[in-house]
């Protein structure tokens, strides 16, 4: 069974600061790791998807990795903003399409 | 396009009402998926069909539940005889055909039974 565990669950830094969110998967076979931002009370916004061949997408600001040996990806965000405070989301799509979405990183930019 | 459109945002209705949902995805898109998300929670998959075929339904879609997707565009999820446990937000998506494609999601329903 595929479970998707996100840590932290809650994160403060102050404005400016790089950060390093992590999402790890039990299961390896997975067919690609989609990360989220979602803003409260709203829907999810997609930020990047890395396919299960790739090992890492950049957007911006944003950088995911994907490391499917150790069930592993991380979300780096450079210079981080208030505008950027949110819950962030990653969701492990598997080869069946069930897609599995960990908790999730509620994280707070301090101004 | 404007994106994933879900009608309606919110909605509060009494124990035992029925309620139905609608959501109408990206123009393009064949795939279109249900979630349901709980306060602190990730969402948890329901359903996704692809043109009006429902390929999936997850073990959390209850005999009170049923989607429909009759002509391969919007869809509509509703709940019959609602009890306050399926007090949620109900999040659609659309992707446009595999599961390699981004999916795209709506605003949500915010149900509250009472």
């Known amino acids: 069974k595929q479970e998707v565990t996100q840590i932290p669950a809650a994160l403060s830094v102050p404005e400016g600061e790089n950060l390093v969110l992590n999402c790890s998967f039990t299961?390896?076979?997975?067919?690609?790791l989609q990360w989220f931002r979602q803003d409260p009370g709203k829907g999810l916004t997609s930020l990047l998807l890395?396919?299960?061949?790739?090992r890492e997408q950049t957007s911006g600001r944003l950088n995911a990795s994907l490391d499917k040996s150790s069930g592993r990806s991380t979300l780096y965000i450079a210079a981080s903003q208030p505008g950027d405070s949110a819950t962030y989301l990653c969701?492990?799509?598997?080869?069946?399409?069930?897609?599995?979405f960990g908790k999730g990183t509620r994280l707070h930019i301090l101004p | 396009d404007t994106g994933v459109s879900q009608n309606p945002r919110h909605k509060i209705t009494k124990r035992g009402q029925n309620v139905t949902f609608r959501c109408d995805p990206i123009?393009?898109?064949?795939?279109l998926y249900w979630y349901r998300q709980t306060l602190g929670q990730g969402p948890e998959f329901l359903t996704y069909?692809?043109?009006?075929?429902?390929?999936?339904k997850s073990r959390l879609l209850s005999d009170r539940f049923s989607a429909e997707r009759p002509k391969g565009s919007f869809s509509t999820l509703e709940i019959q005889r609602t009890e306050q446990g399926d007090s949620a937000m109900y999040l659609c998506a659309s992707s446009q055909g595999t599961s390699a494609d981004t999916q795209y999601f709506g605003p949500g329903t915010r149900l509250t039974v009472l």
């Open positions: 299961d390896s076979a997975i067919y690609n």
């Open positions: 123009s393009e898109h064949n795939r």
């Open positions: 969701a492990a799509v598997r080869g069946d399409d069930k897609i599995i």
């Open positions: 069909f692809q043109n009006e075929a429902q390929l999936e």
């Open positions: 890395i396919q299960s061949s790739q």
